[in-house]
């Protein structure tokens, strides 16, 4: 009787586990999928986060696919000249970190 209830918590715990992981996101994806949204490596200047917004300033403004971006997840974008303040959260930080990968 007890090896019943053993395994049933261990099943419970696989399929909470499985929840869990399936609900993270992909950063490293959604980084790459940014930086293309964005117009590609060679269309950003310099970018930095900001408490949930993530910052860029770009060569090129028309080359932005607000639209994509929007998909991805951002809760708001605002464009000032060359820069773009996309809201994203707090993936902020973990996406500037994983682009910052791709950069070098």
Same mark, same amino acid.
């Given at each position: ?9 261990? #099943? ?10 399936? &609900?993270?996101? *992909? ?5 790459? &999928?940014? #930086? ?21 300033? %770009?060569?090129?403004?028309? %080359? ?16 000032? *000249?060359n820069q773009l303040k996309i809201i994203l959260g707090e993936e902020a930080k973990q996406l500037k970190?994983?682009? *910052?990968? %791709?950069? *070098?």
């Amino acid at each position: 009787m007890v090896w019943q209830y053993i395994i049933i918590i261990l #099943v419970l715990i696989l399929i909470a586990f499985a929840i869990v992981r399936s &609900k993270n996101k *992909d950063f490293k994806l959604d980084a790459n &999928k940014l #930086v293309q949204y964005l117009g590609g490596k060679a269309n950003i200047i310099n970018y930095e986060v900001n408490n949930s917004r993530f910052v860029v300033n %770009l060569h090129n403004i028309s %080359l932005v696919n607000k639209e994509a971006i929007q998909k991805m997840g951002a809760q708001g974008i605002v464009e000032i *000249d060359n820069q773009l303040k996309i809201i994203l959260g707090e993936e902020a930080k973990q996406l500037k970190k994983y682009i *910052d990968d %791709l950069k *070098d």
